[in-house]
């Protein structure tokens, strides 16, 4: 149980164009879900929170007009990296948490981007 | 600020050692402190979970220790394996996940 995809698993795109990552929890329903980024060889860094129904609050930093999250059911998180350019390359991985005051995040494969 | 240290950045140990990986907060009280593994070009898989009132919790051959004193946890894997190389995070609950940069771990046969 506790399965997150992600969708695709990798994206190659040119400069300004726009990319839509989907997470989706497979087999629980997820009030809410986190969206990470991550660079070679260095950590997670959240990027925004998101629970159904309602708006994303993102991390200091995070430009919230770049990157769109819409978190629209209890299954279906999706980002949208606009306009996007080769600094945005890297490694997204999304994260679930279930209902009931569920603890533990599980995590989708990650989707990598590159951006040409 | 909070911040969330693992003490090295890479460990090598030879098979069958045990493995033990650090994990040290300021500036928290978490509710819960989360072990994860993660392999190269992977999301983290979640291995265990532990309380603020918990001292230890094991599963299999990975034991946690949560020490709010001192404000650290320590990871250990015993009979490591070579299977067992990979990048191991800490993170703290509840409200939302903070990790650490993660040890990456050799286990050499």
């Known amino acids: 149980g506790a399965v997150v995809s992600q969708h695709p698993s990798w994206v190659i795109c040119k400069s300004g164009t726009s990319v839509k990552i989907e997470c989706r929890s497979l087999?629980?329903?997820?009030?809410?879900m986190f969206w990470y980024r991550q660079f070679p060889k260095q950590s997670l860094m959240l990027m925004a929170t998101?629970?159904?129904?309602?708006?994303?609050?993102?991390e200091q930093g995070v430009e919230k007009d770049k990157f769109l999250i819409n978190h629209a059911s209890l299954t279906l998180s999706t980002l949208t990296v606009t306009s996007a350019h080769p600094e945005d390359s890297s490694f997204y991985i999304c994260?679930?948490?279930?209902?009931?005051?569920?603890?533990?995040?599980?995590f989708g494969p990650g989707t990598r981007l590159l951006v040409l | 600020s909070q911040k969330i240290e693992q003490n090295s950045e890479a460990l090598n140990i030879q098979e069958g050692k045990t493995a033990t990986l650090t994990c040290n907060y300021t500036?928290?009280?978490?509710?819960?402190l989360q072990w994860y593994r993660q392999d190269p070009g992977r999301g983290p898989v979640f291995l265990l979970l532990?309380?603020?009132?918990?001292k230890e919790k094991r599963k299999e051959r990975l034991k946690v220790t949560f020490d709010t004193t001192l404000k650290q946890s320590l990871f250990h894997i015993t009979a490591s394996q070579p299977a067992d190389s990979a990048t191991y995070l800490c993170?703290?609950?509840?409200?939302?996940?903070?990790f650490g940069a993660g040890t990456r771990l050799t286990v050499k046969p």
């Open positions: 994260s679930a948490r279930g209902r009931g005051g569920s603890e533990t995040q599980y």
């Open positions: 087999d629980f329903q997820a009030t809410t």
């Open positions: 998101s629970n159904e129904g309602s708006k994303a609050t993102y």
């Open positions: 500036n928290y009280s978490p509710a819960y």
């Open positions: 532990i309380r603020e009132n918990e």
């Open positions: 993170a703290l609950g509840p409200r939302d996940m903070r």
